[in-house]
């Protein structure tokens, strides 16, 4: 799990970004549909985030490089993981959803036969923020807050 997430801020930070993305209608959106029978959230608020780096900075398996990552993602405020594959709202989800995304840029689209993952977020000088990876086959990823895209960029080296 802790690779899987180190993975995915890696490939946020790898992205160069341009566009606002309007996070305040992505939460609310998620918290429109949560509690609905097959949509699943989980929300890590800035308490969690520091106590989830605390614990990784002591933690005996962590090694050098990952120790180097964790300190990137210090401004990292929050993180909202959906969830909806077996959702029966899906379609009317992923349709607001796309549609609270029109006018943001996307950075990165990645296609595997029917199932897509776009990923969009803000850049503000140096760094990341905001970002949001999103699988069309039902799954979303909010990171609030920023990472500063040269040390991400220095760890993917």
Do not use: H, Q
Request: glycine share 8%; proline share 1%; with cysteine.
């Amino acid at each position: 799990m802790k690779k899987i997430l180190f993975t995915i801020i890696v490939a946020l930070g790898a992205i160069s970004c341009a566009a606002a993305i309007r996070p305040v209608k992505i939460n609310t959106l998620v918290s429109e549909y949560k509690g609905t029978e097959g949509f699943d959230v989980v929300r890590i608020g800035p308490v969690g985030m520091g106590f989830l780096k605390l614990a990784a900075t002591f933690s005996s398996d962590i090694d050098k490089e990952e120790l180097m990552m964790l300190s990137s993602l210090k401004g990292l405020k929050g993180l909202t993981i959906v969830d909806f594959e077996d959702a029966r709202c899906k379609k009317d989800f992923t349709r607001k959803l796309e549609k609270a995304l029109d006018g943001a840029n996307l950075f990165l689209e990645a296609k595997d036969g029917s199932e897509t993952l776009r990923i969009y977020g803000t850049e503000k000088g140096r760094y990341l923020s905001d970002c949001i990876l999103y699988s069309s086959d039902g799954a979303l990823i909010f990171a609030n807050g920023k990472v500063d895209i040269d040390k991400i960029m220095e760890f993917a080296k």
